[in-house]
């Protein structure tokens, strides 16, 4: 009891420790569904787009409910910035390994020659793999323009 005591009386204005407890409890459920809709965007409604949107709103809450610096702790810029390069390289390098390998752009039935997989199995992982280069890179964007707007352009002042 005393240490909740403790941690409440050195809240900042507008902190909350209900709504601290419960984002840091609902987080790592966000990002797993995040994930779920980035894997089954093939299959089912959804994909990168909306999965890379529902993770970077995980760091949007974290942002929110704590400050801008504890989200920034969890991944850095330089990560951010890695991870969105990293997902548009996913995306353009499949496209350009498909035209390499005979095919059109993002044609994935040609990556049939690297790995013999046959042409429909081709199609199905080359939506995967596309679907996580663009979840990736959805969700760097989006925690990346959510720090510059909410910090004015200066990392180092947060929300």
């Not at 999965?51 to 409910?65: D, K, N």
């Not at 996913?90 to 498909?98: D, E, H, K, R, Y």
């Not at 013999?116 to 996580?132: D, K, N």
Request: glycine share 14%.
């Amino acid at each position: 009891m005393k240490l909740l005591q403790e941690r409440t009386a050195k809240l900042k204005l507008g902190e909350s420790l209900i709504i601290q407890t419960a984002v840091r409890i609902m987080v790592p459920f966000i990002q797993l569904f995040g994930l779920y809709v980035i894997v089954h965007g093939h299959y089912s409604p959804g994909g990168g787009f909306q999965g890379g949107v529902i993770l970077g709103a995980s760091f949007v809450a974290l942002a929110l409910a704590f400050d801008q610096k504890f989200s920034m702790q969890l991944m850095s810029e330089r990560v951010n910035g890695v991870l969105g390069n990293l997902g548009a390289l996913i995306f353009v390098g499949t496209a350009v390994l498909c035209a390499l390998f005979g095919g059109l752009f993002l044609d994935y039935s040609a990556l049939d020659k690297l790995i013999p997989l046959g042409p429909i199995g081709w199609r199905s992982f080359g939506i995967f793999i596309i679907e996580v280069g663009v979840g990736l890179a959805v969700m760097s964007i989006m925690v990346s323009l959510f720090w510059d707007i909410g910090s004015n352009g200066e990392m180092d002042e947060g929300l």
